[in-house]
């Protein structure tokens, strides 16, 4: 395919993303109906209510599952190191791996103190 607009691009994927929109859609019936909306509905659209819990049950406990275990709670959940050949000219001076493994770490905690109050882990739930 040659290089068109965003959205030739999207018209053409059409197809191949309705297979799964169409089974979302099935699924978004009986668990949450409005999280997957049906083609055609707007902000004034009535979803039918499914007169169970178990479904949307079933998708905030994944939801959350997925939530803990991509930002844990008290704990980072990504680090960041020097790379092997930056330790080896580091491993030259006196020191200087100690202080930059100090800064790295004094940054690791800054972004996650960011993202705590910032109130991220809430949106991204």
Known sequence: MTAGTAQSRYEHLTETREVYLHRA???SKVTIPT????DGSGKHSNFPTPYQGVGARGVNNLASKLLLSLFPPNSPFFAMRVDDFAAQELAQEDGARAKVDEALGKYERSVMQAIEN???RSAHF
Do not use: A, K, Q
């Open 35 to 38: 999280l997957i909306r049906p």
């Open 25 to 27: 859609r099935e699924c």
């Open 118 to 120: 910032s109130g991220d």
